[in-house]
């Protein structure tokens, strides 16, 4: 069965750190990836997304994020983090048209 | 304004009653998904629905049914049989092979 993985489940950065979540998937075919995000109280939000093409994909809010298929990774980044960034971010998975799944989630707190 | 529209945004239940939770999209989209998301255990599908009429299990729909007689309408029908039902559940719709677009949730709690 598909599946994917985050392998952080609860980040606490400094402001202006350098952020990387880890997301790896189980499907050795064509996929569509993406990352959403949780902000408290908001509904999820797309904050990038990998279809075809160029492996490094850029999304809102400076974030980043680079499909290494050879890993079968789709690791997310920022290079300076803000307070605001503070959520819940998933990595999803859509293995050829079939249903999305996604990962259990990575909890970001951000001290200011 | 479109988008998706889920409602009630709080629910209440006793314990061996069914309830039905309501989405509803304008969004003209194809595909509807329904997920529960718990604390620690992220967004699992329940059920999704690539087209009218036609719905597939997902990997926790035991205690769940669903219909989709109308594009815009994917309600969800938390039966009795659910032994822990208290969560909150997110619908979803997508433009095939496009990213999905989620409604604002139902928390559910079981009283």
């Known amino acids: 069965a598909q599946s994917v993985s985050q392998h952080n489940h609860h980040v606490i950065l400094s402001e202006a750190a350098s952020l990387e979540l880890g997301c790896n998937y189980s499907?050795?075919?064509?996929?569509?990836l993406f990352w959403y995000v949780q902000y408290p109280g908001q509904h999820l939000q797309l904050l990038l997304k990998y279809f075809s093409g160029d492996p490094l994909v850029k999304g809102i809010k400076g974030f980043e994020a680079e499909f290494i298929k050879s890993k079968f990774s789709f690791n997310l980044r920022k290079p300076s983090v803000q307070w605001s960034d503070t959520a819940e971010y998933f990595c999803?998975?859509?293995?050829?048209?079939?249903?999305?799944?996604f990962g259990k989630g990575t909890r970001l707190h951000i001290l200011p | 304004d479109g988008g998706i529209t889920q409602s009630p945004k709080y629910l209440f239940r006793k314990e061996g009653q069914n309830v039905t939770l309501s989405c509803e999209q304008n969004l003209n989209h194809d595909a509807m998904y329904w997920y529960r998301q718990d604390p620690g255990q992220g967004l699992r599908l329940i059920y999704y629905?690539?087209?009218?009429?036609?719905?597939q299990k997902g990997d926790i729909a035991e205690g769940y049914s669903v219909s989709r007689e109308k594009k815009e309408s994917f309600p969800l029908t938390v039966t009795s049989a659910q032994k822990n039902p208290t969560a909150f559940y997110l619908c979803a719709s997508e433009d095939r092979g496009n990213e999905a677009f989620f409604g604002q949730g139902t928390r559910l709690t079981v009283v």
């Open positions: 629905s690539q087209i009218v009429n036609d719905f």
């Open positions: 499907y050795g075919g064509t996929v569509n």
């Open positions: 999803a998975v859509r293995v050829r048209d079939d249903k999305i799944i």
